[in-house]
């Protein structure tokens, strides 16, 4: 990986969280090619060593732990190893998050002639458990890590926490209710953790993603033969640079937002990575 920004993060240990994903793995790649030590917090010990392994491989230096991020307990017994091993984390990057099939709807609108008990999954089809699932994910699962991870960041001059936002948060999308509000969320919490911290030296900071190829959407977007599906059209259609974005394109705004000398005066705000989408009226 070429980086766009040079930045030496020497010393610093940088957590990420969903760290295994498309968009988390080229975070971390990025970070750790910045010289960072990076831990990789995920799920899937299988898809963790992957990313681990190529880190290694390509000189950087990085570790990983199965954790889950809706439990206090294993995210406070993963940070004392870190920090007796590694040393204290000075950069947060919390990654994970994602949609439920259990809270999207099967439709864009609902119609005025149409038959509820003829939809396949209507707004009053959705499940609670999914959705309280998803919350808990994106936001719980934000709040849970910083909670156990900034502790260390209070005497570490240069700490910075990066939350993981979306599109979703300055323009709901349809089908995603609930998600479009627990990114929402994010954007808000970025904002008050930014004005607590801000008397003991921890920036806080989003980065909202627009549009890229990832896992969790790709079912939606392409379908079997590769080709772009109706909604993949759409997208494409208001985003002024006509694309979907590289996971790589956003590595320039991380290392920005987390080099003290780069960005040592932004503090709460929400960097779309969009194309241009949250710019464009559709007209």
């Known amino acids: 990986m070429q980086l766009p920004i040079q930045t030496d993060l020497t010393n610093r240990v940088a957590v990420v969280t969903g760290g295994s994903g498309v968009l988390g793995a080229t975070m971390s790649h990025a ?3 910045a010289g960072a030590t990076v ?4 799920r899937n010990m299988e898809k963790i060593n992957q990313v681990v392994n190529e880190i290694t491989e390509a000189g950087g230096k990085a570790y990983g732990y199965s954790v889950d991020v809706l439990d206090k307990k294993q995210l406070e017994d993963v940070h004392e190893e870190i920090k007796a091993e590694l040393g204290p984390c000075s950069i947060l ?5 994602g949609n439920h099939p259990g809270a999207t709807t099967s439709d864009e609108y609902l119609q005025a002639d149409q038959d509820l008990q003829d939809i396949e999954q209507s707004f009053f089809d959705l499940e609670q458990e999914g959705i309280e699932q998803l919350f808990h994910l994106n936001f719980l699962g934000s709040l849970l890590p910083t909670q156990v991870f900034a502790k260390d960041m209070l005497d570490i001059k240069g700490s910075t926490i990066i939350n993981i936002s979306s599109m979703n948060a300055f323009r709901p999308l349809t089908k995603i209710p609930a998600y479009s509000g627990a990114k929402a969320a994010i954007s808000n919490f970025t904002e008050w953790l930014a004005v607590y911290f801000s008397k003991v030296g921890i920036r806080v900071n989003a980065i909202a993603p627009g549009f890229f190829l990832t896992e969790q959407n790709r079912d939606l977007l392409l379908q079997k033969d590769g ?7 759409k997208i494409i259609s208001q985003t002024p640079m006509e694309r979907f974005g590289e996971p790589e394109e956003l590595v320039g705004t991380l290392l920005w937002l987390v080099t003290e000398e780069a960005s040592g005066f932004v503090n709460g705000v929400v960097i779309p990575v969009d194309g241009g989408f949250s710019a464009y009226s559709g007209v």
Not at 227 to 233: D, I, P, S
């Open 39 to 42: 831990v990789v917090l995920a």
């Open 227 to 233: 080709e772009y599906t109706e909604r993949a059209h």
């Open 31 to 33: 970070l750790a090619k």
């Open 93 to 97: 990057v919390n990654g994970a998050g």
